[in-house]
């Protein structure tokens, strides 16, 4: 009985080694993912005015803002351990690029209308590109075509379109009635 309590010990031991390990490896990436977005990002739009991460007391408000199934808001479900809130396209580009070099799951959240959670949450550590503040609509009625950013919601979209014409719109969905201002148009 002593032989197999000691056994199970080492075992506890050697995982929860193992998790410290893994833990403070995560935390060097962390580190290495932080710096490296401004090497990859615009300059001239410096990405740590994107990067939200727990200690800023803004994170919590953000994650919750583009969160629609309030099920993943319990505190058991596991946050992210950075938004990037992108303002710039290269911040995209960036968040992409760093997250691959070192080793952080992804999620891209553009309305976060997705009731699966899709976009927001993980079972592994993740990191959130939010692409909410990259909204710009330019509708050209002559040619009839629009370049939307993933983060316009169809509800922006439909008004700038409105604003222009009394006979063009867009319908990419077939039942939006409850949906105008949440959907973005990165789920296209
Ligand atoms: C109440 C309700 C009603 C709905 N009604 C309809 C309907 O009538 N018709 C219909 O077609 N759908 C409907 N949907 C589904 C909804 O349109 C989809 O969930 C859509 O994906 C939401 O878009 P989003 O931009 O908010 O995506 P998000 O929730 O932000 O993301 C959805 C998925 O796309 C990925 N993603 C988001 N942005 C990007 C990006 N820029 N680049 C790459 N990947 C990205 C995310 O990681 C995630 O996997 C409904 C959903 C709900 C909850």
Not at 38 to 51: C, E, G, R
Not at 109 to 116: A, C, P, T
């Amino acid at each position: 009985m002593k032989a197999s309590i000691s056994t199970i010990s080492i075992v506890l031991l050697s995982v929860s080694l193992s998790i410290s390990l893994v833990t403070s490896n995560d935390a060097v990436d962390f580190d290495n993912f932080l710096r490296c977005l401004p090497i990859h990002s615009n300059p001239l739009v410096p990405i740590t005015d994107a990067i939200l991460t727990p200690t800023n007391s803004s994170f919590e408000y953000i994650y919750q803002l583009r969160a629609s199934n309030l099920r993943t808001l319990l505190s058991s479900t596991s946050r992210p351990l950075a938004i990037i809130t992108a303002l710039h396209p290269s911040h995209a580009q960036a968040t992409v690029v760093c997250a691959k070099r070192h080793g952080f799951h992804l999620r891209i959240r553009s309305g976060g209308h997705d009731f699966e959670g899709l976009s927001y949450t993980s079972g592994v550590p993740f990191v959130i590109l939010d692409m909410f503040n990259l909204h710009s609509i330019d509708v050209d009625i002559e040619s009839e075509t629009a370049w939307v950013q993933a983060g316009a919601t169809t509800g922006e979209l439909y008004y700038r379109i409105a604003e222009k014409s009394n006979v063009h719109g867009f319908p990419p969905l077939s039942a939006l009635v409850d949906t105008l201002v949440e959907v973005a148009m990165g789920f296209l």
